[in-house]
């Protein structure tokens, strides 16, 4: 039986040899999808059909850890750790792939080994590190960036690096400036972009722009944010960007137009303006929702105006003599249309007594003003010596003149809680002027209110008739005496402030006297 001789140690080497196939080539690693070239060369031998022996590895070069980073919305793929990132080969990336979201490093690895021969450079990569969020964007196109920017311009002055961004930044709002600065110049693309975004994504937009120094995409949102009406919040932001920013004063002149007059106007005088306009009005129902407005801007706790609140005195006293002469002229000519015996308000028509109405109405809009910001003496002082009006008060009927009685009851309320500060000379004048026509038209004022608080009424002329001398007082109070036990209700009720007239005068007065006696 034949015997089989060992082989030689020779041709037995090179049997080995010829199983071994050769390792594959290295494959590239593109910045989309790619993968580390040692993890590809791995993969690749273990589909071979012949396993390779193992090798062992240097001590030194331990297996890159594998991080996820957001290529863009939808797509999530597994590349090597940052540190790495210039040492891979180069590669064609889609545009809006080319920013790319990623967390920090915790720790560096091990310096890497020194790249293949086959790469010719490292790839220039762009590192923008938000503090405040913890994140980094990298930039493939280094350059495009640095020529858009002035700040990576001037803090990058070789051909890659980071640059770190402080305050509390949008992440999105940053990747919009990014990738506004890899498209082209085309302003229409970049005012959709911002629109699809709205306004609070363009003030964000703006806000990074004007940190990176990025002037193209400050004037794009300049212009975007100068076509859309913005909400309170977001004018304060505004305003706040616009006044930390004054390099850019010549681009924010269109949005300061928007913020501020060139030419700033004394918002009194606008509202002496207003004011009189009211007063010329036609529109009943305007009017009235316009006097409102009026009073929420003079309100002391308005949101409408802040500063210079003082309105000139003297041209709210100027329309205010206006409404009086013209009240005159109407008077004169209703007292030949309503005879003075006519006391059915039906049978009046329309004409002067709704002129008279509209006055009266404006004339206690403007003395409430007055009175409101202690400026109404001298409208009491005024009214009092109205003796035209006075006049004809007796000889129109009482359906018309009860209207002037309107007035003088906003004088009484006011005087009689404080809000009116008159001497005791204009006081005793205008109660000798109207206290008596008032005596007359209360009924007609309480039957035709027209929102008169006519209980307030009757307390205001008690209180501001007690405010006068006692002897003046005693005259007064016998005239309403007098006037009450004839007229009953259709005159007010000053019993209250009578009582306390006859103690000053009569009780406590004696007791004080036989005292001191």
Request: hydrophobic residues 40%.
């Amino acid at each position: 039986m034949p015997t089989t001789t060992g082989a030689s140690p020779a041709a037995t080497a090179h049997r080995r040899r010829s199983r071994r196939k050769a390792p594959p080539p290295r494959q590239p690693w593109c910045c989309s999808f790619g993968l580390d070239p040692s993890t590809a060369a791995a993969a690749a031998a273990s589909r071979s059909p012949l396993p390779a022996p193992p090798r062992a590895k240097p001590p030194h070069q331990l297996a890159p850890p594998l991080s996820r980073r957001i290529r863009s919305p939808g797509r999530v793929s597994p590349i090597d750790d940052p540190c790495f990132a210039t040492a891979a080969s180069s590669c064609v990336s889609a545009r809006l792939s080319s920013v790319t979201e990623c967390p920090p490093p915790a720790l560096p690895p091990p310096p890497p080994p020194p790249p293949p021969a086959a790469v010719d450079r490292p790839r220039e990569m762009l590192r923008l590190r938000l503090v405040e969020k913890g994140l980094v964007l990298e930039v493939d196109e280094v350059e495009r960036v640095r020529r858009e920017s002035k700040v990576v311009r001037k803090v990058l002055r070789g051909r890659g690096g980071e640059v770190a961004v402080e305050g509390k930044v949008e992440v999105e709002s940053f990747r919009e400036v990014v990738e506004m600065m890899l498209e082209d110049k085309d302003e229409t693309a970049a005012m959709r972009r911002l629109a699809r975004g709205g306004v609070a994504r363009a003030i964000g937009v703006l806000e990074v722009s004007l940190s990176l120094m990025f002037d193209r995409g400050v004037n794009n949102c300049l212009k975007y944010l100068e076509a859309v009406p913005w909400n309170e919040s977001e004018e304060d932001i505004i305003k706040k960007l616009l006044s930390q920013h004054s390099s850019y004063e010549a681009a924010f002149r269109n949005l300061l137009a928007r913020l501020q007059p060139q030419r700033p106007t004394s918002s009194a005088e606008l509202v002496v303006e207003l004011v009189d306009s009211i007063t010329k009005g036609t529109n009943n129902n305007a009017r009235k929702e316009l006097r409102n407005l009026v009073n929420g801007i003079l309100s002391k706790s308005s949101v409408y105006i802040k500063g210079d609140k003082e309105l000139d005195k003297s041209s709210i006293y100027c329309i205010c003599h206006s409404c009086l002469n013209s009240l005159v002229g109407l008077f004169e000519e209703s007292s030949d249309l309503v005879p003075a015996d006519q006391t059915s308000i039906s049978s009046v028509g329309k004409g002067p007594l709704e002129g008279i109405y509209k006055l009266v109405e404006d004339t206690n809009w403007l003395l409430q003003i007055l009175i409101d910001r202690q400026m109404g003496e001298e409208f009491v002082d005024a009214w009092a010596n109205e003796k035209a009006l006075r006049s004809m008060h007796e000889q129109v009927s009482p359906m018309v003149r009860h209207e002037l009685s309107r007035i003088s009851a906003t004088v009484f309320i006011a005087m009689g809680n404080g809000k009116l500060h008159c001497t005791g000379d204009k006081r005793f004048s205008f109660f000798q002027a109207w206290f008596r026509p008032m005596l007359v038209d209360f009924g007609w004022l309480r039957r035709y209110p027209k929102g008169l608080n006519v209980t307030a009424l009757e307390e205001g002329i008690g209180q501001a008739l007690l405010t006068l001398t006692l002897a003046q007082q005693q005259m007064l109070f016998m005239e309403w005496f007098e006037a009450f036990s004839r007229q009953g209700r259709e005159c007010p009720n000053l019993m209250r402030a009578f009582q306390v007239w006859w103690r000053r005068s009569f009780v406590r007065s004696l007791g004080f006297l036989t005292k001191a006696g």
